[in-house]
C-alpha cells in the first residue's frame, strides 16, 4: 500500500503543480483545456491506482502513458527517465566509463565483436571472436548484451576482471583490465584511397565531430590529398552545434549554415560559420544515403547549396526537425522536437508531415506536388521536402539471399575467426582478396552447417499460392505454380559459386577486421564499394566534376 500512497502524492502534486502554472498563464479555452486534462488524468490515475484488480507499478505505468503520448506527436521526442541519463549523456557526448568495445551476441554466446583501438580491451589483448564468460566473478552467459554492458561500465580507473572463452583454446583465460575514460571517435576512419584521394569517414556528430574532421582532412592533406572524398553514408545526425563545425571545415568563416523555426519565436536562430575554414577549394564528394540523416543532411544540403562539391549516392533520410532537451523532476529530462531546420538556400528537408495524420494515426510523406524550388549559389535547382538528392546517384548492389544467410546466421564471422588463428601473419587490409583455395576451404568447412534460406521469388510463389487459394484460382493455375516454383527453387551449391565474388568480399571484410580492427573493414571494402568508386570517378574528371556544380 506505500507505493500506491506515493503514486496519489505525486500526481496529485504534479497535477496541482501544472494547473498552477496555467493558471499563471493566463486564461483563455487553450489553458481551461490543459488544466482540466490533467485534472481527469490525475483522478484517472488515482482510481486505477487504487481501485485495479492487481498491484500497480506507478513509475512503469506512467512511463508507458508518457511515451504514448508523446509518440503522437513524433518519434524523436522522448521522455528520458533518471534511469537512462547516462545512456543519453553517452549518445550525445561519445564518452563513458569502459573497456571499449562492442559486445554482441552470436549463437547464443556474448562475444568481443569490435575493441577500440587503444583502450583498455585492446590494450589487455581481447580479441575479435573471444566469448565472454564472467564479469568480475558474475556468469554471463545467459545475460543479455544490456545486462553485461552494464557490468563492464563503470567508473574510470576501477579494476575489473573478465573471464573469457578463446577459439582453439582448451581452458578459460581471465583478463585484468582497468576501465578508461572512453571517447568514441566521429571519424572511426581516414586514410588515402588513391596516391591523391583522401577518405573521411563520419559516422556520428557527438562533441568534437568538428574538430575531428579538421584534424583528419588537414593529415590528408599533407600525405599528399589533392580532393577529398567525405562519408556520410549512415550516419544518423547528433548535435546541431557540431554540424555547424563540421561544414565550417569546408566552408569560409561567417557563411550561413543552418537556420532554425518553430513555435518559440525567441529561439529562432541563423548558425553561421564560426572559425576559419581549414579549405574551401578542395574537390569534394560527399557520400550520402538513405540512412543519412538530421546533422548529416545539414552538412549535404551546405555543400550542395553552396556547389562547393557534389553529392554521390541516394537521397537522404530526410530530418529536418530540431530537438531540445528540456530538465524536469527527479534529475529526468524531455527531448522534444522544438523547430525545423532550413539549409542557407531556404530548403527544409523534413520528409514526412507528422502536423497531418489520418484517423488512424498514420502519416504520409510530403507529396511532391508540395515541393519547392529553390536555388544553390550557382543557380541549380534543389527541392525541399524530402531529403537531400545527391548529384549523382549511386547505389550499393544488393546482396544476394545466400550471403545475407551467411552473414546473418554468422558463418562469415565464424570462419573469419578460424581463419585468424590459423593464418597468423597479418595481411594487407587494401590489397587483400582470398585465394580460390582458400575459398575452397571455406566451403569445406561450410559443408556440415545450416545456412538454408528463402529467395524473394521464392517467397513471392508462396505468396501467389496463397492468394490463389483464398480467392479459389489455385486449381486453375496449380500446374503453372509447380513448373514455376521447379525453376527458380535454390540450389545452395549452385548459389555458392555464382555469387562467389560478393561472398568472398564479406569475408575478406570479415578477416580484415579480425586483423585491423575497424580500419581492416573500411579498407577491405574500398575496391568493391559502387558509391565510393562513382566519387573517385567524378572527382578524377575535372570537366565533368565543373560541370555538375555549374548545372550543366
Known amino acids: 500500500m506505500k507505493t500506491r500512497k506515493v503514486g496519489k502524492l505525486s500526481v496529485a502534486a504534479v497535477a496541482l503543480a501544472f494547473v498552477g502554472l496555467v493558471a499563471f498563464r493566463g486564461p483563455g479555452d487553450h489553458y481551461f483545456a490543459i488544466a482540466k486534462n490533467l485534472d481527469i ?7 486505477v491506482n487504487t481501485y485495479y484488480v492487481d498491484e ?13 503520448m508523446l509518440k503522437s506527436l513524433d518519434p524523436y521526442t522522448n521522455y528520458i527517465p533518471e534511469d537512462d541519463i547516462e545512456d543519453y549523456r553517452t549518445m550525445t557526448t561519445g564518452q563513458y566509463g569502459g573497456i571499449g568495445a562492442i559486445i554482441g551476441k552470436r549463437n547464443g554466446k556474448s562475444l568481443v565483436l569490435m575493441p577500440y583501438r587503444g583502450f583498455p580491451a585492446e590494450k589487455s589483448g581481447l580479441k575479435i571472436g573471444d566469448e565472454l564468460l564472467e564479469v568480475d566473478g558474475v556468469d554471463v552467459t545467459d545475460k543479455n548484451v544490456s545486462e553485461i554492458s552494464k557490468l563492464l561500465k563503470g567508473q574510470a580507473n576501477t579494476d575489473l576482471t573478465i573471464t573469457i572463452k578463446r ?4 581452458y578459460t583465460l581471465p583478463v585484468t583490465l582497468k576501465r578508461e575514460r572512453i571517447t568514441v571517435n566521429n571519424v572511426p576512419y581516414s586514410g ?22 579538421e584534424k583528419a582532412l588537414t593529415k590528408l592533406k599533407e600525405e599528399g590529398a589533392k580532393k577529398i572524398v567525405f562519408d556520410l553514408r549512415g550516419n544518423p545526425g547528433g548535435l546541431l552545434s557540431e554540424s555547424v563545425n563540421v561544414s565550417n571545415v569546408f566552408v569560409p568563416k561567417g557563411s550561413e549554415i543552418v537556420s532554425t523555426k518553430g513555435k518559440v519565436k525567441d529561439w529562432n536562430k541563423i548558425y553561421r560559420a564560426p572559425h576559419s575554414p581549414v579549405d574551401t577549394e578542395i574537390p569534394l564528394a560527399v557520400l550520402t544515403s538513405g540512412r543519412s540523416a538530421s546533422a548529416a543532411e545539414i552538412v549535404s544540403g551546405v555543400v550542395q547549396d553552396y556547389d562547393r562539391g557534389v553529392l554521390v549516392g541516394q537521397k537522404t533520410f530526410g530530418k ?19 523547430a525545423k531546420y532550413y539549409t542557407p538556400s531556404g530548403r527544409c528537408i523534413q520528409a514526412i508531415d507528422y502536423s497531418h495524420r489520418g484517423e488512424d494515426g498514420s502519416v504520409g510523406r510530403v507529396p511532391d506536388s508540395l515541393r519547392t524550388a529553390f536555388e544553390t549559389q550557382n543557380g541549380r535547382i534543389v527541392y525541399d521536402g524530402g531529403g537531400v538528392n545527391p548529384d549523382i546517384k549511386a547505389k550499393a548492389g544488393r546482396l544476394a539471399p545466400i550471403t545475407v544467410s551467411l552473414f546473418t546466421k554468422n558463418l562469415t564471422f565464424d570462419y573469419a575467426t578460424q581463419y585468424f588463428y590459423k593464418h597468423p601473419k597479418a595481411p594487407e587490409a587494401k590489397t587483400f582478396e582470398m585465394s580460390d583455395a582458400e575459398y575452397d576451404d571455406f566451403l569445406t568447412w561450410l559443408s556440415d552447417k545450416d545456412y538454408d534460406y528463402v529467395t524473394e521469388v521464392e517467397q513471392t510463389i508462396d505468396d501467389l499460392t496463397e492468394i490463389a487459394k483464398d480467392e479459389q484460382y489455385y486449381q486453375d493455375i496449380k500446374e503453372q505454380i509447380a513448373s514455376l516454383r521447379e525453376q527458380v527453387q535454390h540450389n545452395k551449391e549452385r548459389d555458392l559459386k555464382k555469387f562467389k565474388s560478393e561472398i568472398k568480399e564479406v569475408l575478406e571484410e570479415e578477416i ?6 575497424s580500419d581492416g573493414k573500411i579498407e577491405a571494402s574500398f575496391d568493391d564499394d559502387k558509391v565510393l568508386q562513382a566519387a573517385i570517378e567524378v572527382l578524377n574528371d575535372k570537366d565533368r566534376y565543373e ?6
Open 41 to 47: 488524468f490525475a483522478t484517472l490515475y488515482k482510481e
Open 56 to 68: 500497480v507499478n506507478p513509475n512503469k505505468l506512467m512511463k508507458v502513458g508518457i511515451d504514448a
Open 167 to 170: 577459439y582453439g583454446e582448451e
Open 192 to 213: 588515402m584511397v588513391t596516391d591523391d584521394i583522401g577518405y573521411i569517414k563520419l559516422s556520428n556528430f557527438t562533441t568534437g565531430a568538428g574538430r575531428e574532421v
Open 320 to 338: 529536418g526537425l530540431v530537438q531540445a532537451t528540456r530538465p524536469l523532476t527527479y534529475n529526468s529530462q524531455l527531448k522534444v522536437t522544438t
Open 512 to 517: 580484415a577486421a579480425h586483423y585491423h580492427l
Open 547 to 552: 560541370e555538375i556544380l555549374q548545372g550543366q
